[in-house]
C-alpha cells in the first residue's frame, strides 16, 4: 500500500504539469487579455488608463510633433503598446512566460495580480475561509442528512416516506443551485417579499464589536441562505446512491443467512451491511467534495456576493487575470488529487480486503 501511495504522489506533479500546459495554451489564443483591455482603458482617456499605460502615454508625447498628437487621437503608440505588454510581462515568448511561471510555482509563487495589486497567495489565503466556510458546512449538512435518509428510503422501498421524500429530492435535483439562490435572496432576503436574512456578505459591518455569542449567531444568520441553496441540490444524488447501495447488499446472501441466525434487522442493517455498503458513498466522496466547493460554491459565491475563492476565479476569468485564473486552478485541482488518493486510503481502511497496489492500480 505505501508504494501505491508514493506512485499516487508522484502522479500529482505531471497531472498537474500537463493541467497548467493546456490551460496555459487555451487562455493564450483567447481575446480580450489584460493587455487589450489596458489598451483600451488607455484610449479612452488618461484618467482611465492604469499606470503602465498612462507611463506609456507619456513616453509617447514625449516623441513629440505632430505624428504623436495623431497616433494618440486614433489610438495608441507602438511605445505605449510595448510599455504595456512589458507591465505584463507579455513582451517575452509564450514558452519563456510559461517557465517562469513554472519556476515561481516551484516556490510556490503564483505570481501577482494584474487587476488587484496583490500576490495570487495572498488573495487564495484571504478567500480561503469563505470557501471553506460554506463547503465544510454544506457537506456536514449533506451527508447528515442524506446517509440516514438514503438508509431508510431503502429499508422502506415503495413506502409512502419513500415516495414524498422522492419527490421532493426530484425537485431538488432538477432546480439549479443558483435558481434556488436567486430564489431565496427574493423571498427572503429583502425582494419582493421578507427581509429575514441578510442580502450579501457573510459577517455584519459591526462583527468586531459584538459579543461570542453575537458573533456567532451573525455569522449563521448570513450563512443560513447560501447554505440552504448549497444543500438543498446536494441532497438527491448522495442520498440516492446510499440508497441503491444498501438495496443491492441487502438483496445478497450474507444477508438472508444473518437473518436465518436470528439476528435483528438493526444488527442486521448496521453489523453486516453498512460496512459494504458504504463504500461505495465513501468512493464517491472526492467527486461530491469537488462538486459542492466547486460548483455550487462558485455560484453560490457570485449570487450572495460572498468575498471566496469562487467569486475571486469568476472576477479573473473576466479580466483575464492570468496568474489569479492559473493559481485557483492550481490550487483546485490539487486539492481535487488529494481527495481522490484519500478516497483510496479510506477505501482500504473500512475494508482491508481491497488493496490497490496488488491490483495494478496507480
Not at 458546512?137 to 422522492?166: E, N
Amino acid at each position: 500500500m505505501l508504494m501505491y501511495i508514493l506512485k499516487r504522489l508522484m502522479l500529482i506533479v505531471p497531472t498537474l504539469l500537463l493541467i497548467l500546459v493546456a490551460n496555459f495554451v487555451i487562455v493564450q489564443a483567447a481575446p480580450g487579455g489584460p493587455v487589450e483591455q489596458a489598451m483600451e482603458q488607455a484610449k479612452s482617456g488618461p484618467g482611465t488608463g492604469i499606470s503602465g499605460a498612462s507611463q506609456g502615454g507619456e513616453t509617447a508625447r514625449a516623441s513629440g510633433g505632430d505624428q504623436a498628437h495623431y497616433q494618440g487621437s486614433r489610438g495608441l503608440s507602438p511605445e505605449m503598446v510595448e510599455q504595456i505588454k512589458a507591465q505584463y510581462g507579455f513582451d517575452k515568448p509564450a514558452p519563456e512566460r510559461f517557465w517562469l511561471m513554472l519556476k515561481g510555482y516551484a516556490q510556490l509563487d503564483f505570481g501577482t495580480s494584474f487587476f488587484k495589486g496583490k500576490p495570487v497567495t495572498t488573495l487564495l489565503w484571504e478567500k480561503l475561509p469563505v470557501s471553506l466556510s460554506l463547503g465544510l458546512w454544506s457537506t456536514l449538512l449533506i451527508y447528515l442528512v442524506s446517509i440516514p435518509l438514503g438508509i431508510q428510503k431503502a429499508v422502506r422501498h415503495h413506502g409512502a416516506m419513500d415516495q414524498l421524500t422522492t419527490a421532493v429530492l426530484a425537485v431538488g435535483f432538477a432546480v439549479p443551485t443558483f435558481i434556488f439562490s436567486i430564489l431565496l435572496l427574493v423571498l427572503l432576503a429583502g425582494g419582493s417579499y421578507w427581509q429575514w436574512f441578510p442580502l450579501q456578505g457573510l459577517v455584519s459591518e459591526n462583527f468586531s464589536e459584538l459579543s461570542l455569542l453575537g458573533k456567532v449567531r451573525d455569522y449563521f444568520w448570513h450563512l443560513a441562505l447560501p447554505l440552504t441553496a448549497v444543500t438543498i441540490g446536494g441532497f438527491a444524488g448522495l442520498t440516492y446512491l446510499t440508497k441503491f447501495s444498501f438495496m443491492e447488499e441487502l438483496n445478497k446472501q450474507y444477508v438472508l443467512t444473518a437473518r436465518a441466525k436470528g439476528l435483528t434487522e438493526r444488527q442486521v442493517l448496521y453489523g453486516h451491511v453498512f460496512r459494504n455498503a458504504m463504500l461505495v458513498v465513501i468512493a464517491g466522496l472526492p467527486a461530491a467534495l469537488v462538486s459542492i466547493f466547486l460548483t455550487g460554491n462558485f455560484l453560490v459565491e457570485i449570487v450572495f456576493n460572498l468575498d471566496g475563492l469562487g467569486l475571486l476565479g469568476f472576477e479573473a476569468v473576466q479580466q483575464r487575470d492570468y496568474p489569479v485564473i492559473f493559481g485557483t486552478l492550481f490550487l483546485f485541482t490539487l486539492v481535487g488529487l488529494i481527495l481522490q488518493l484519500i478516497s483510496d486510503l479510506m477505501y482500504h481502511w473500512i475494508d482491508p480486503r481491497i488493496d490497490f497496489s496488488q491490483r495494478g492500480q496507480v
